[in-house]
Nanobody
Framework: VQLQASGGGLVQAGGSLRLSCAAS????????MDWHRQAPGKQRELVAA???????VYANFVKGRFTISRDNAKNAVYLQMDSLEPEDAAVYYC??????????WGQGTLVTVSS
């Protein structure tokens, strides 16, 4: 099983990035998936989550700016990040699975936001 996160990079404050999480060895259509982030010196925290039923949950600090979505045909999950702030700089990880398939972490993608 592999969760391959990509799409990170350097962006100016106010800019946008779209993170992708491509899965292999696991069927994301029957998996609850989420994005987490970890900034240097800080604990890993939940950013956004999506269930197999289509429900979504967002951390208060990203509400209205970030959107989580999934494309079951591509077996991928995305995180659209708009109005980025320097405080959003972190390594972003995709995570998820199901009780039947197991739960996994991706390797992370680095987001840097310049002020």
């Amino acid at each position: 099983v592999q969760l391959q996160a990509s799409g990170g990079g350097l962006v100016q404050a106010g800019g946008s990035l779209r993170l992708s999480c491509a899965a292999s060895g696991i069927d994301l259509s029957i998996a609850d998936m989420d994005w987490h982030r970890q900034a240097p010196g800080k604990q890993r925290e939940l950013v956004a989550a999506t269930t197999t039923g289509g429900s979504t949950v967002y951390a208060n600090f990203v509400k209205g700016r970030f959107t989580i979505s999934r494309d079951n045909a591509k077996n991928a999950v995305y995180l659209q990040m708009d109005s980025l702030e320097p405080e959003d700089a972190a390594v972003y990880y995709c995570h998820g699975g199901s009780r039947f398939q197991g739960v996994y972490w991706g390797q992370g993608t680095l987001v840097t936001v310049s002020s």
